[in-house]
């Protein structure tokens, strides 16, 4: 599935979550430990935290160009927006559930209830939220690849129709290769790698 639509041309800034505590946990459980409960929706560890100071630089290199945000409604992504970004420039955030992380079965992936994330961050926009909870989520199933990409070509579709002509975007690692691995005609090698923690790719978007 392919985005072949060539209307827009807007460039794209994209960071991937600094490290989150079903990370650390992963080095020593490996993956059982997405599953644990203890894990649901987690916050950065201090190594996250550390990522992001050392990420802020390039956000700030960019930040005054970009029209809007977007980041995913998971806390590891928000917590990675608000220490990186500064919501002070006064761009406009919005949450979105098109760029969350690839859904079901690891409770790592699904997140809180909407009135506590707003509470949290009363300044960014939930709008495309309608769900206190997350219907998103199941632990029967986990989102396909067949499934995510055809998520991430409704996200290209909403950003196509968006007014903003450069955009950033706090989403995940797995989003990512599908969105460049799936769903665009991308030629870059480097757009297709996988995305480490805290890690910032630019990229111009023809859609």
């Known amino acids: ?20 505590l079903h990370n650390e946990a992963f080095k020593i459980r490996g993956r059982a430990a997405y599953s644990d409960p203890a894990f ?10 550390a990522q992001c100071g050392t ?23 928000l917590m990675t ?13 919005v949450a979105h559930e098109l760029v969350r992380e690839r859904i079901g079965k690891n409770t ?30 199941t632990p029967h199933h986990r989102e396909t690849p067949a499934e995510m990409a055809k998520r991430g070509l409704i996200f290209l579709e909403w950003l196509r129709g968006r007014p903003e002509a450069r955009i ?6 797995a989003f990512l290769s599908t969105l460049f691995g799936e769903v665009l005609d991308c030629h870059e090698p480097d757009m297709k790698r996988w995305f480490e923690n805290a890690e910032l790719r630019a990229v111009r978007l023809h859609l």
């Open 1 to 20: 599935m392919r985005a072949g639509i060539k209307e827009r041309e807007f460039p794209f800034e994209q960071p991937r979550p600094a490290f989150a």
């Open 40 to 49: 649901l929706d987690p916050e950065l560890t201090a190594l996250g935290i």
């Open 55 to 77: 990420l802020k630089p390039s956000v700030e290199a960019i930040q005054d160009s970009l029209d809007l945000v977007v980041v995913s409604p998971l806390r590891r992504t």
């Open 81 to 93: 927006a608000a220490l990186a970004f500064d919501q002070r420039k006064g761009t406009p955030w």
């Open 108 to 137: 790592c992936d699904k997140r809180r209830a909407l009135t506590e994330i707003k509470q949290e961050y009363p300044s960014i926009d939930f709008a495309h939220m309608t769900h206190e909870d997350d219907v998103c989520w």
């Open 168 to 173: 950033g975007v706090v989403t995940h690692s």
